[in-house]
């Protein structure tokens, strides 16, 4: 049987329930010319994994991981049956498939979870019999069975999991940029398209807050040999960038507001927190620049999650911004999410220009 394509859908993809059927459309296309059936991992609409976790905390304002795990994840599992509907309205082959039956095999934490096994039968037989195998991002299970998330944002993280799964060599990730710009195209100007990134360049981007992709998504695809194919979420799908082995080198500047500096009383306190929280699957990065770890991305209840695993409480120093010179960051801290911006921009403003294309030899 040929590879079946694998393709993401960012939330960014679902702003209206028109966008569903929009893209039903396109995918009904691209069916009918490649004649080959297709992986298609979608986030829940913008907004509605939050939603869900509000919600959970009028119930419980401290709930634990397995109820926070369980309850999120159906955000993306009603994107996932949005999207079918529109495809079965069109006539086509499709079918769901969650986190407990696409052979993607986690450890036991609920939260964070990290990927232990990757089977590939399950998705193989579905895509004998369907046309479209829809996937709900970021859900998995553990060894028994039970539903586990691999966190927030992590739908970038099930797509390559199942590119992987179906022995592709790339995946599609579609968001609402075309690529990876030398900083957020949203928040600072004059940002440059970044049409090559390495793997390791790609990583540290992600390590340190960039919101594109998911920081494990880059190294499972490194592991597998995939290339990931940052594509534009409608019509006409331009390709921006390809993340692969190699890559053209230039630098970028990332600022995430929802990532903190937390600074703590010696060194060895800040290398023991950032222990833990590496333990726990937290995205955080301990920084050469004092007793300072940098808390990527937010999302995280620090407060209780302090509590429970007996942490000292970091004071927080502001938020970082990171010039990333291939695999090379430095960051820096502001103090509020205005400083932070006027720093990033600032530092883009000086990296060094990329370098000028080769010329072109004419033959003669
Ligand atoms: N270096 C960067 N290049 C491109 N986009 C970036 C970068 N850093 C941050 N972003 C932001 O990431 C957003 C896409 O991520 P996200 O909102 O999670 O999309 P999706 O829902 O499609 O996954 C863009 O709209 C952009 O504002
Ligand atoms: N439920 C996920 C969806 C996701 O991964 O979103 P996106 O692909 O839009 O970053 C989340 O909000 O974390």
Redesign the pocket.
Known sequence: MTTASVLKF????FRTPEAYGQLAQALGLRLDQEQRPMVVVV?AMPGETEQFRERLREVDPHPADDRVAGLLTLADTVGAHLLAAALHRLGRKVTVMAGHQIGVTTDRTAMWARIDDIDPEPMARALGEYEVVIVPGGQAADDLGRPTWLGK?SSDLSAVALAAAVGADRCEIH???DG??S????RVEGTRLMRSVSYDAAAM?SLYG???LHRRSIQLARRHGISIVCRL?RAPFTTGTVIGAVGAGES?VVLNDRSLVLEYASDAEADHVHSVFHAEGVDSVRLATGAQVAVIGGYLDLAEFQRRNRLPDGQVRGIPVTEVHGAHPITHVAPDVDAAERLAQSLHDALPAPAQAAPTLVAV
């Open positions: 960012g939330g960014s993809s986030s944002n968001s609402d940029v990876i710009y900083s957020d195209p949203n981007m960039a919101k594109v979420n970028a």
